[in-house]
């Protein structure tokens, strides 16, 4: 049976998106569909749009917006109950940024009925193997934030997990395959040091929660390798 496709208007992400605008006094005209991507059940994932809209002070808003919604991001550091000595945990993987390889954070889309540290702590056993709580995650921004405010409506939610290991147990995380074939995924984790990880990473958010970690642990001797 055919699922029934979700109309842009009616999608959680568009109305918060609105909601936005009209909140901080936009005059939305027009919305065209350039490009809708919906997952299998019918649900808006993201879109491309045209609009027009007038701002309070009588100009126009820059009128291409890529419509993506909330995201989390997590960062994974495991502890060695030895030495102390942290690691971090990425996943490797071609990105359409440029076709490298690109090292990043585990990280996924919040959808209409997702709590954002719900979300994160699936996106981690998914994507690194790490069975973690979502009371285990400890938020690192207190209000959304975008990464690319000019063209995007796509927010953010940072978090942190801390777990202690034996050594062994943290380099077990290390080259793990957790890609899914059926959905054309090539994923790798990768362990490394903090610094290492920060010289690996080329995405403003993977870079960011770098410093929001180091910040809130009160680490500014790692801080200032990075």
């Known amino acids: 049976m055919t699922k029934k ?39 808006v994932l993201f879109a491309l749009l045209t609009i027009d809209a007038d701002t309070p002070e009588g100009d126009k808003i820059p009128p291409v917006v890529f419509l993506k919604g909330h995201a989390v991001s997590v960062l994974v550091v495991l502890v060695d109950k030895d030495t102390r000595e942290k690691f971090v945990v990425l996943v490797r993987q071609r990105r359409v940024c440029d076709g490298s390889q690109t090292y990043e954070h585990p990280a996924g889309m919040v959808d209409v009925d997702d709590e954002p540290a719900e979300v994160g702590a699936r996106e981690v056993g998914e994507e690194i193997g790490l069975e973690v709580t979502p009371e285990e995650l400890t938020k690192l921004n207190n209000r959304l934030w975008f990464p690319s405010t000019g063209s995007s409506d796509e927010a953010m939610h940072y978090f942190f997990v801390e777990k202690e290991m034996v050594r062994a147990e943290i380099m077990s995380f290390h080259h793990k395959n957790m890609g899914v074939a059926s959905e054309f995924e090539r994923i790798t984790t990768v362990v490394a040091t903090l610094p290492e990880a920060h010289k690996l990473v080329n995405n403003i958010n993977g870079l960011l929660i770098h410093f929001l970690y180091l910040k809130t642990v009160g680490d500014f001797e790692t801080m200032r390798l990075l």
Do not use: P
């Not at 999608?11 to 997952?39: C, M, P, S, T």
């Open 5 to 43: 496709q979700e109309a842009l208007t009616d999608a959680h992400k568009f109305r918060f998106w609105r909601q936005q605008l009209e909140i901080n006094g936009i005059k939305l005209n027009d919305v065209q569909e350039q490009y809708v991507r919906r997952r299998h059940n019918g649900e």
